[in-house]
């Protein structure tokens, strides 16, 4: 297994976990207000519907961090012929119980094992949070990308309105602060599109996903949070990719041509 200590102990949490994302994927579509999990996901869902059309022809998608496999059952859905990588074996068996067809390979997000210019599109969702050092993660993507792909990456913002970023960091010193067992990485949306940029994509834009405070709702009060979260989206996607508030939203989405 290669890659830094943070990215092998990402990859061992994750593994133990597949069964879990598995149960929350499964149950998205019940009610997507009974968790901040849910409503990551379904607001999230907004914005990729809105920013990756069905396939055309035979385009293929690659979905970088497959986990489950949630995601590329929704991409083969549209049309794409679909292929996935992730470092854990125990996510790849989960993504192959949906997606049974599909190319699915064990890899590190930073050594793709694909030829240069192999994909029309890329999907890239809850993968850079984890790592240390986004740089080469962005780089094999421009790589496998054909000239005009799309790639679509989420990023955790550091200026999140919930305080997850402090309390991440916080949490490695004062275990009754821990919300989450790994250490995750941080990014402005200005940050996220200079990296792009230099990565060697064209053009850039960085959208605000959903606004963060359900959080705090969820730690203090959960019992209250659905109708939170239904008051919230009245709003929500007025707000929270509002050019003076989406680095205060709860998750990034760079929207990235090569």
């Known amino acids: 297994m290669s890659g830094s ?10 593994s133990e976990q597949a069964p879990l ?14 968790s901040c999990f849910a409503y990551s996901r379904y607001r999230l869902q907004l914005q990729l519907d809105r920013r990756l059309p069905p396939a055309s022809r035979r385009e293929r998608l690659l979905d970088l961090g497959c986990g489950t496999g949630h995601h590329l059952a ?15 074996e125990a996510m790849l068996a989960e993504a192959r119980r949906l997606n049974p ?14 030829p240069d210019a192999s994909f029309d599109a890329i999907l890239c969702i809850e993968v850079l ?21 799309v790639a679509l990456a989420t990023a955790s913002p550091l200026l999140n309105l919930n305080g997850f970023p402090l309390l991440n960091r916080l949490g490695r010193w004062v275990p009754a602060l821990r919300t989450v067992r790994l250490k995750q990485h941080f990014h402005t949306s200005w940050g996220l599109e200079r990296r792009f940029r230099r990565a060697g994509f064209r053009q850039v834009t960085v959208h605000g996903v959903y606004l963060g405070l359900g959080n ?8 209250s949070l659905a109708g939170f979260l239904r008051s919230l989206e009245r709003m929500d996607g007025a707000m929270s990719d509002h050019p ?7 998750m990034l989405l760079a929207h990235a041509c090569r």
């Open 244 to 250: 003076l508030l989406r680095d205060l939203s709860g």
């Open 74 to 88: 929704w991409a083969r859905g549209l049309g794409y012929d679909v292929a996935g990588t992730d470092g854990s």
């Open 101 to 114: 067809s599909s190319e699915l390979r064990l890899a590190p997000a930073d050594a793709l094992p694909f």
């Open 129 to 149: 949070r984890y790592l240390p050092q986004i740089d080469p993660c962005l780089r094999e993507m421009g790589r496998v990308l054909k000239p005009g792909g």
């Open 21 to 34: 994302f598995r149960d929350r994927y499964d149950t998205l579509p019940a009610d997507p207000h009974a």
């Open 5 to 14: 200590r943070e990215e092998v102990e990402a990859i061992r949490v994750h």
């Open 216 to 223: 705090w709702i969820e730690r203090l009060h959960p019992r």
